[in-house]
């Protein structure tokens, strides 16, 4: 059962049922005018949590995980339609959220200890003893008429993480082949006869005699060095692109079909 003492804590705690499935967010808290106990939580449920649903706090336990209320996630969501912003239940409202859950009104089902009248934070239910209430088919609080009521989806968006992306930079090992032209020296024997010319250099020696005559040969090698150097700048950037999502939801609508004799369907 909850306490005044816990009001506090129940504002925005996940509600979950008697199976630990999550139902939703918790909202407002309505006590009993006649008890001042805390009878009624809106929750909040549907697609992005637009819905809100009565739940009695009957047999409800809070703990740090959050509110368990002894109801079932389909039972909550199928409640009757009631206006939280009016900040207030009146008697035919909560009739039909008492039928819906199949409960007994406070009146017969609370204990005679009295745990004061709650926190100026919560609203009370608005139940005035004594006063007659009306069904579906017109009774005396009601008029004449009756209100056919629908459920409208309330699509939007919301922004969530969806992934993430990140530069790495390693280091790779390529080979890479490149032609370089060298030049070397080879030798090359030359005889040319005796002339005029060089015949003062051929007799200059010797007449018969052993030489040697040494040529150093020269070549070129290739000669690789390495060096880094800046080439490209990389960052990472981002982009927003649209695209249509589908949703598909299911809405209850309420119908009113007249029977009798002599009834004419006329819309105004």
Excluded at 88 to 117: C, I
Excluded at 156 to 165: F, I, L, N, Q
Excluded at 210 to 228: F, G, I, R, W
Aim: charged content about 35%.
């Amino acid at each position: 059962m909850i306490t005044t003492e816990q009001l506090h804590n129940l504002s925005g705690a996940t509600v979950y049922g008697p199976d630990q499935e999550k139902i939703g967010r918790a909202g407002q808290v309505y006590l009993d005018d006649d008890t001042g106990r805390p009878e009624w939580l809106t929750v909040n449920t549907g697609l992005f949590g637009t819905n809100e649903s009565f739940v009695p706090l009957r047999s409800a336990e809070l703990t740090d995980d959050g509110l368990t209320v002894a109801y079932h996630k389909d039972l909550v969501k199928d409640a009757p339609n009631v206006d939280p912003d009016n900040g207030h239940l009146d008697r035919d409202e909560e009739q039909r959220l008492f039928q819906h859950y199949g409960l007994e009104t406070t009146s017969a089902a609370v204990e005679s200890d009295d745990l004061g009248t709650g926190e100026e934070s919560v609203v009370g239910t608005g139940r005035d003893s004594g006063q007659t209430v009306g069904t579906d088919t017109s009774g005396p609080a009601t008029d004449d008429a009756m209100t056919r009521s629908e459920e409208q989806l309330n699509v939007g968006t919301e922004t969530r993480e969806a992934g993430r992306a990140r530069l790495r930079k390693y280091v790779v090992t390529e080979e890479q082949n490149v032609t370089v032209p060298v030049t070397r020296e080879e030798v090359k024997v030359e005889r040319e006869p005796i002339t005029d010319t060089n015949r003062d250099a051929a007799l200059s020696g010797p007449d018969i005699s052993e030489e040697e005559h040494e040529v150093v040969l020269h070549e070129e090698q290739p000669v690789v060095e390495k060096e880094a150097v800046p080439v490209e700048r990389v960052r990472l950037d981002t982009e927003q692109v649209t695209e249509e999502h589908n949703v598909t939801e299911e809405i209850r609508k309420e119908q009113i079909d007249a029977d009798g004799d002599g009834i004419s369907d006329r819309r105004r």
